[in-house]
């Protein structure tokens, strides 16, 4: 079965520090991966994806296939970021495929 | 109000009550999804339908029946529930269901059943 796993339920970092928020897939072959965010109040929303190769809102994601890892990081963290961070790989199995897989979810919080 | 959106936002209902969650959306889309989320557990998906077909049932109990009649309405028909299905119902939308394409989300029906 395939399995993404964020470590982190909640990560306390201060303004201005670097960030880095974990997700490790057990997928077979090379499933598409994304990053969510849930900003408080707000509906669920993409932040970036693998394929486009963005940095959004200061926030990039490296892929590395031999850890099967997909880590989001930043590197001065501001207060805006405090958020729900989902990871969410795509299945890439029979009918399920497209279907997006989502982790538990790290909270941030970034003081100030 | 743009994008995806649900009715009714909140909905208290007793195990005998039958009630039905909608979800629209205007945005062109193909695809469209189930999700609940509960406390302490991932966001789970139940179902989905591309292009008005259902292709994914993903285990979900018969007392849940979704309904697509059009690419831009879902239903989800709600019938003798349990307290533990309790939980925030999300809805989102894709153009198609591919693994490339961008989920958007509506603000969900947080449920609560007595």
């Known amino acids: 079965a395939q399995r993404v796993t964020q470590p982190e339920k909640l990560l306390s970092v201060f303004k201005g520090a670097p960030v880095e928020l974990k997700c490790n897939y057990s997928y077979s072959g090379s499933p598409e991966l994304f990053w969510y965010v849930q900003y408080s109040r707000q509906r669920l929303q993409l932040l970036l994806r693998h394929i486009s190769r963005e940095s959004i809102k200061g926030f990039t994601a490296d892929l590395n296939k031999g850890e099967t890892s997909f880590h989001l990081k930043k590197p001065f963290a501001q207060e805006e970021d405090s958020a729900m961070y989902y990871c969410?790989?795509?299945?890439?199995?029979?009918?399920?495929?497209?279907?997006?897989?989502f982790g538990k979810g790290t909270k941030l919080s970034v003081k100030p | 109000e743009t994008g995806v959106t649900q009715t009714p936002r909140h909905l208290v209902m007793g195990m005998t009550n039958k009630k039905s969650l909608k979800c629209e959306q205007h945005?062109?889309?193909?695809?469209m999804y189930w999700y609940k989320q509960s406390a302490k557990k991932p966001l789970e998906l139940m179902f989905v339908?591309?292009?008005?077909?259902?292709?994914e049932n993903n285990s979900v109990p018969s007392r849940f029946s979704p309904e697509c009649p059009n690419s831009s309405h879902l239903f989800l028909h709600l019938h003798t529930l349990q307290p533990e299905d309790s939980a925030l119902y999300l809805c989102a939308s894709s153009l198609r269901q591919d693994t490339y394409n961008e989920q958007f989300f509506g603000p969900g029906t947080r449920l609560t059943v007595l």
């Open positions: 945005l062109g889309h193909n695809a």
């Open positions: 969410a790989p795509g299945a890439n199995y029979g009918g399920s495929q497209g279907n997006l897989i």
């Open positions: 339908y591309n292009f008005k077909e259902q292709t």
